[in-house]
């Protein structure tokens, strides 16, 4: 188990404030996890909202520390309400140190569940799996797409160079949650040059019509979008 793991190194993972900790450190740690990713230079954005260095109402932040004090891994939580209440929360950022445990990620979620679970919260999310479990049975597809999207999640490359969608699909599964469908809808017939701006303004790669702007989830063309 990833927490008992943990434990055994000597490292401690609870909640803070943002105000408890240092925020160049923080930043530093962010900006060393992202060196790792495909995408190093610039935060995925349009679809998630940007990462916030400050204290924020009902934002939970988990982070873990290594036996000498220092900052290892960090784990962000929006809130999600009903009726003006926080029924629950959403994973929004999970990172790490290149050279902290492989695990660390997973100890903060399972503690962060096990918190909200003695709050009474009735939900966590953990965010979209893109791609994955697709079955084209429920609602009319787009071959090109779908070929595209199954193409994309089954592709090393893609995986390794654009987007490492299979990592994303495995590491939800690891805690055995409730899976729940989500669609892609268009009204227009050619959707995949949709899909690309899309990624575009996800930051995922540079798309020559939508120029900075657009990038950065601002001003985009109407088509843009065509997620729903």
């Given at each position: ?29 962010s ?8 995408i ?16 924020e ?6 982070f ?43 100890a ?10 003695r ?54 599964r ?47 063309p ?7």
């Amino acid at each position: 188990m990833a927490t008992n793991r943990m434990q055994k190194r000597g490292f401690v993972t609870r909640e803070c404030s943002m105000a408890e900790l240092d925020r160049a450190e923080v930043e530093a740690l962010s900006s060393s996890w992202r060196q790792t990713r495909t995408i190093k230079h610039r935060e995925v954005g349009f679809l998630n909202r940007p990462m916030v260095l400050d204290d924020e109402p009902d934002v939970r932040r988990f982070f873990t520390f290594a036996a000498d004090g220092r900052l290892m891994a960090l784990g962000f939580f929006d809130p999600v309400y009903e009726n003006g209440a926080v029924i629950g929360y959403s994973t929004s950022f999970k990172r790490r140190l290149p050279e902290s445990d492989l695990k660390s990620g997973q100890a903060i979620i399972r503690m962060a569940i096990e918190q909200f679970q003695r709050e009474g919260r009735k939900h966590v999310f953990l965010g979209l799996s893109p791609m994955a479990g697709i079955e084209d049975a429920e609602f009319r597809c787009n071959r090109l797409v779908s070929m595209w999207f199954r193409f994309s999640y089954g592709n090393g490359l893609f995986n390794r160079f654009v987007y490492n969608l299979r990592g994303h699909a495995d590491h939800k599964r690891e805690f055995r949650g409730i899976s729940e469908r989500t669609y892609y809808a268009s009204d227009k017939s050619l959707a995949l040059p949709r899909l690309l701006k899309l990624m575009a303004a996800c930051n995922l790669f540079s798309w020559p019509s939508l120029g900075r702007r657009g990038a950065s989830g601002r001003d985009l063309p109407q088509d843009a979008v065509g997620a729903s």
